[in-house]
Nanobody
Framework: QVQLVESGGGLVQTGGSLRLSCAASGRTISTYWLGWFRQAPGKEREFVTYIDWDFGSTTYRDSVKGRFTISRDNAKNTMYLQMNSPKPEDTAVYYC???????????????WGQGTQVTVSP
């Protein structure tokens, strides 16, 4: 099973940018779907984005399209979430995730990171 550790969270102003990283260990990520979820206080954990393992195609929830970009570097066994122009409603704990299938929902995730807090100030 692959182990995941997020980093890069913190406080950012609206209109700024932030880059989250997710480092994997234990197994290579080359054949995993990788993605990001987030959870705000009192809310369910929700899908943000994923990237497939073979062609590198990406999928995003509508609210982050054009602002967030997911990428992966298999050689470094790391994936990233570039957050441009974040909004206060993006404030949440962000979790990186891996699975053997497309991970549009939490049920498809087999490995989770510990989470990193992202707070977007007005």
């Amino acid at each position: 099973q692959v182990q995941l550790v997020e980093s890069g969270g913190g406080l950012v102003q609206t209109g700024g940018s932030l880059r989250l990283s997710c480092a994997a260990s234990g197994r290579t990520i080359s054949t995993y779907w990788l993605g990001w979820f987030r959870q705000a206080p009192g809310k369910e954990r929700e899908f943000v984005t994923y990237i497939d393992w073979d062609f590198g195609s990406t999928t995003y929830r509508d609210s982050v399209k054009g602002r967030f970009t997911i990428s992966r570097d298999n050689a470094k066994n790391t994936m990233y979430l570039q957050m441009n122009s974040p909004k206060p409603e993006d404030t949440a704990v962000y979790y990186c995730a891996a699975g053997r299938k497309p991970i549009r929902s939490t049920s498809g995730v087999t490995s989770w990171g510990q989470g990193t807090q992202v707070t977007v100030s007005p």
